[in-house]
């Protein structure tokens, strides 16, 4: 069974930059649509981040639109989200997830999860 395990989270300032990382147990980064999600206290979960393992496509949420972007190492079967500009809404827990499918990023379902990291924003 392919583990996830997301790192890099912490506590910045209003403005501030972090980079997510997430390890995969196999290459599932590079066979299967792989995505960022946030869920904030009190909200449900939100897809920020989408790449589709056939053609790099992305998908990015609006509230993340120009300042966050994904990427992935298919030699470290490693996923990344570099977030800049970090906001006090940005503030939440961050999961990486993978689908079983290689199409339909943005929509599709995903159903295999980390165990999140936390970001917090402080203005």
């Known amino acids: 069974q392919v583990q996830l395990v997301e790192s890099g989270g912490g506590s910045v300032q209003d403005g501030g930059s972090l980079r997510l990382s997430c390890v995969a147990s196999?290459?599932?980064?590079?066979?299967?649509?792989m995505g960022w999600f946030r869920q904030a206290p009190g909200k449900g979960r939100e897809t920020l981040a989408t790449?589709?393992?056939?053609?790099?496509?992305?998908y990015y949420a609006d509230s993340v639109k120009g300042r966050f972007t994904i990427s992935r190492d298919n030699a470290k079967n490693t996923l990344y989200l570099q977030m800049n500009l970090l906001k006090p809404e940005d503030t939440g827990m961050y999961f990486c997830?993978?689908?079983?499918?290689?199409?339909?990023?943005?929509?599709?379902?995903?159903?295999?999860w980390g165990q999140g990291t936390q970001v917090t924003v402080s203005s």
């Open positions: 997830a993978a689908s079983d499918s290689p199409f339909g990023c943005a929509t599709g379902d995903y159903y295999t």
């Open positions: 196999a290459s599932t980064v590079s066979n299967y649509c």
């Open positions: 790449i589709s393992p056939l053609t790099r496509g992305t």
